[in-house]
T-cell receptor
């Protein structure tokens, strides 16, 4: 069975600081994809960043980067220079075959 | 830009009613998904479809059915709504590079 675990239900960070959200997953698959999604309050879920499991290099998208540790099955998201607009629920997700599996989410609040 | 739309943002139905939630995507994606989102549980997959008239059960299909008669449209059906189906329902479609695009969601309340 595939599982995704986000152990931090809520986090907060001061504006302009850096924060890291944790995610671990469990799978017996060898080929899979990992994602972080952002859901702002009352707004649509959007993709933040993706990582292919076969790539060793960590993905980066502007202020967002991941630390992908395949052996440890860990996929954390680092947000640098946090902005007020980063306040949202963040979901870690894993895809294998044709199915996606989501974690329970981390609610991030950026404090001005 | 990929656009995924859902027929209603808010819906209130009575127990026992038949409920249709519709989702339309405009990017010719083959794969479409229905999730329900509940606090503390994240997103759970109800059904997905990988082609017209093709469907697969997700993790929580009980009490739901789906229909995909056209590529762009994927409908979720609650045959007889119950109060435990009160939830946020999210539709998504997927690109060939495995990125999902989500609709705005339908908040369904069953009374």
């Amino acid at each position: 069975a595939q599982t995704v675990t986000q152990s931090q239900p809520e986090m907060s960070v001061q504006e302009a600081e850096t924060v890291t959200l944790s995610c671990t997953y469990d799978t017996s698959e060898n080929n899979y994809y990992l994602f972080w999604y952002k859901q702002p309050p009352s707004r649509q879920m959007i993709l933040v960043i993706r990582q292919e499991a076969y790539k060793q290099q960590n993905a980066t998208e502007n202020r967002f980067s991941v630390n992908f540790q395949k052996a440890a099955k860990s996929f954390s998201l680092k947000i640098s220079d946090s902005q007020l607009g980063d306040t949202a629920m963040y979901f870690c997700a894993f895809m294998a075959g044709n199915q996606f599996y989501f974690g329970t989410g981390t609610s991030l609040t950026v404090i001005p | 830009d990929v656009k995924v739309t859902q027929s209603s943002r808010y819906l209130v139905k009575r127990t026992g009613e038949k409920v249709f939630l519709e989702c339309v995507q405009d990017m010719d994606h083959e794969n479409m998904f229905w999730y329900r989102q509940d606090p503390g549980l994240g997103l759970r997959l109800i059904y997905f479809s990988y082609d017209v008239k093709m469907k697969e059960k997700g993790d929580i299909p009980e009490g739901y059915s789906v229909s995909r008669e056209k590529k762009e449209r994927f409908s979720l059906i609650l045959e007889s709504a119950s109060t435990n189906q009160t939830s946020m329902y999210l539709c998504a479609s997927r690109t060939v590079s495995y990125e999902q695009y989500f609709g705005p969601g339908t908040r369904l309340t069953v009374t």
